[in-house]
Nanobody
């Protein structure tokens, strides 16, 4: 069972940037498709971005397309989310998740393993 730990959250002004990291415990990290999700206060957890096992395919929510970039380094068992041009509405707890199988997915129900989350706060 893979364990995931997010880091890199914090407080940033609107227009700023942050890079989130998700470190995985297993050497089989490269066999999992991965995703980022976020949950704002009082709202459901929603999809942000996903990446295939090899990193060759990615997919984004419309709300972050062109501003966020998902990537992974399988040699380091780590996934990243580069977030640029941040907006106050990006404020949320960000979670990384792993999906059995290599194909990426935006469906939250397809992810079996979750990190504890990292807070991102964007001030206006």
């Amino acid at each position: 069972q893979v364990q995931l730990v997010e880091s890199g959250g914090g407080l940033v002004q609107a227009g700023g940037s942050l890079r989130l990291s998700c470190a995985a415990s297993e050497r089989t990290f490269s066999s999992y498709a991965m995703g980022w999700f976020r949950q704002a206060p009082g709202k459901e957890r929603v999809f942000v971005a996903t990446i295939s096992y090899s990193g060759g395919s990615t997919y984004y929510a419309d709300s972050v397309k062109g501003r966020f970039t998902i990537s992974r380094d399988n040699a380091k068992n780590t996934m990243y989310l580069q977030m640029n041009t941040l907006k106050p509405e990006d404020t949320a707890v960000y979670y990384c998740a792993a999906r059995n199988g290599g194909r990426y997915s935006s469906d939250i129900d397809e992810y079996a393993y979750w990190g504890q989350g990292t807070q991102v706060t964007v001030s206006s």
